[in-house]
């Protein structure tokens, strides 16, 4: 049998979804937003939603995911994708709408956007990945950087007294009453991909559904700021990284809806 | 026969808002301007037009509704005051970059920094050369009077969707809180989604039966980047050529003329009056578009008047681009008011004597 003889039609098993384009990612070799962008288009593709999801992207490393992902997109000013979120939705309350995010765009430059669309309860998706870095502006110190991690704004390590915590902002998200549901995913290994893709899914249809705010947070790393190969990069996340973001669901339930008092 | 009510600036703009088909409203409360959105909550538009009103966490957060919005199509506008005006810089420029149409008000008071809640026009330089980061213009309307208020809001977003540009309706508190008698236009109903999606192809509302539709700021080769920029050039200059909209105040036989916009406008007229009774031949020319300014007005009144005074409550910043369009042919001179003081007519003609006439 030549491969030839293998590569036909009725021979395929897995391909890539029409929904992410031909065009050449920018993103480094060891970066796990291709591979969160290509979920986002399966699922949306599985849902058969194209036609009326409309993205909006972030400032930071995922500027062009409008590049990748074959919907309509709105490019948000940083930190701003709730806020545009939350006026797609509202005035055409037929389309899905999702944001994609990374941490200094939704935990530190957007943290009242992404605060208050959680807490309206606005039925949008917030995709946040947390790779604890500024990765598109060279690898500086992010509301998420752990304590003691070196970055090129703190190059002796994060300390804690100087620039606070490492923030926790699902937990955070996950205590207002507006999100329905919040949860903690991965994609280093396929049997995390399996789960985020199912995540990404549930987040969809909860917002078709009416159901509430979810928000998946990424946790990922990006072996290039953290001057790292992504074999060690990926460990090194397993290690310190779910350490302090354990993946896992924050929340599941949907949230209340409001009832005239009564007179 | 028409109906003839009676109610604050600020009120007219919501109704005429509703009447005229907005889609959507995203505000933050500041006075002296907060009756914009109070009205339209107690007009609770979305049970009658289905027109969305939201009271937003922040004035950058509703401004970013609005950029969203005018990308989708839909007519969408805001409101402030001077310093929620200044935080919504990032989104105007934004969107003004991304060639959205959409409508926002600026109900101005007194500056610098937080500065008073009483009107002031010290916003001028703000609203014509560019509030926001890069070269970028917005169309700019200067109310005089309620009746104004309410036509405004539909010739903004008429001149928002031909140009795909913001338009920026520039009032100040004394126009927002003054009660006066409007005539409401007439009730249009909001374009219905397919209406949306025939008039904006480039909107989105989602890719059903057409290519996906981007709205993006963004351009790394500066070569694209240039032909944009040149682009938007060629747009503002044919908004120049064509939208230029101002009132002439009995300069028809003027050897004098006040140049004001808005509220200050309406003294100088006062001010004319007071004057053509001692014999002062003074006329008013009241710029309607800021920008587009009214330069060959200027220019055609440059060549038979003795000399114009420019009256602005602000240190004087309107008063740059009337010097620009008499170009030294005549001397032009400042009378202001700062700090929310408004002048009296009585005080611009003394103005005008001691500083023209001599």
């Known amino acids: ?263 | 026969m028409e109906e003839i009510k009676l109610m604050k600036g600020n009120e007219a703009i919501s109704h005429a808002a509703v009447r005229c088909g907005c889609d959507g409203y995203f505000g933050y409360p500041i006075t002296p301007q907060s009756e914009v959105m109070e009205t339209l909550q107690e007009l609770k538009p979305w049970e009658t037009t289905g027109m969305v009103v939201l009271q937003a966490e922040s004035e950058v957060s509703a401004i970013n509704m609005v950029y969203a919005g005018a990308g989708a199509g839909k007519m969408v506008m805001t409101s402030s005051s001077s310093p929620g005006i200044s935080l919504k810089q990032e989104g105007i420029s934004y969107i003004a970059a991304a060639e959205l149409p959409c409508v926002i008000l600026n109900v101005m008071r007194g500056g610098p920094g937080l500065g008073t809640i009483q009107p002031s026009q010290a916003d001028y330089f703000q609203s014509v050369k560019g509030g926001g980061h890069g070269d970028y213009r917005l169309i700019v309307l200067a109310p005089s009077s309620v009746q104004e208020m309410a036509d405004f809001v539909g010739l903004g977003f008429e001149l928002a969707f031909k140009y795909r540009n913001p338009c920026l309706i520039l009032s100040d508190g004394v126009i927002g809180q003054m009660m006066e008698k409007v005539v409401l236009p007439p009730f249009k109903p909001r374009r219905t989604q397919e209406e949306v999606v025939a008039q904006c192809p480039w909107a989105t509302t989602g890719k059903k039966g057409r290519a996906r539709n981007i709205i993006t700021s963004l351009e790394m080769a500066p070569e694209i980047m240039e032909q944009r920029n040149l682009h938007l050039l060629e747009k503002y200059r044919t908004i120049e050529e064509n939208e230029v909209r101002f009132e002439d105040y009995h300069c028809e036989d003027a050897d004098y003329v006040c140049v004001s916009f808005g509220s200050s406008a309406r003294v100088c007229k006062s001010a004319a009056e007071l004057a053509r009774h001692e014999g002062i031949n003074l006329g008013v020319l009241r710029p309607i578009t800021l920008f587009p300014f009214p330069t060959k007005k200027i220019q055609e009144l440059a060549a038979r008047v003795k000399g114009f005074l420019t009256v602005e409550m602000s240190a004087g910043q309107m008063v740059e681009d009337v010097r620009l369009a008499v170009n030294g042919q005549k001397p032009v001179e400042f009378f202001g008011r700062q700090g929310g003081m408004v002048p009296t007519a009585e005080e611009v003609l003394d103005a005008l004597k001691k500083q023209l006439i001599k």
């Open chain 1, 1 to 263: 049998m030549t491969t030839k003889d293998i590569i036909k039609p009725e021979n395929l098993v897995y391909g890539k979804t029409k929904l992410l384009t031909d065009n050449v990612m920018h993103y480094c070799p060891g970066c796990s937003h291709g591979v969160i962008h290509k979920l986002i288009a399966e699922v949306i593709e599985e849902m058969g939603i194209q036609d009326r999801t409309v993205g909006v992207a972030p400032v930071g490393c995922a500027v062009f995911a409008y590049n990748y992902i074959d919907v309509d997109w709105q490019e948000a000013a940083h930190g701003r994708a709730p806020a545009l979120a939350t006026a797609l939705k509202r005035l055409n309350p037929e389309n899905v709408v999702f944001t994609y995010q990374g941490d200094g765009d939704l935990a530190a430059i957007g943290t009242a956007e992404t605060i208050h669309a959680c807490n309206r309860g606005e039925n949008i998706v917030i995709f946040f990945v947390n790779n604890a870095i500024y990765g598109m502006t060279g690898g500086q110190m992010a509301p998420t950087t752990l304590e003691g991690m070196k970055t090129a704004t703190c190059p002796y390590g994060r300390n804690t007294d100087i620039y606070g915590f490492p923030l926790k902002i699902s937990e955070l998200l996950a205590k207002l009453d507006g999100t329905c549901y919040v949860t903690r995913q991965s994609t280093h290994k396929t049997a995390n991909i399996v789960r985020a893709k199912k995540a990404i899914r549930k987040a969809f249809e909860n917002s078709m559904a009416g159901k509430g705010t979810s928000v998946v947070e990424f946790v990922s790393h990006c072996n290039t700021g953290w001057k790292m190969s992504p074999v060690q990069a990926n460990a090194w996340m397993e290690e310190h990284m779910f350490a302090k973001y354990p993946l896992g669901d924050l929340k599941d339930t949907e949230k209340k809806h409001y009832e005239e008092p009564a007179k």
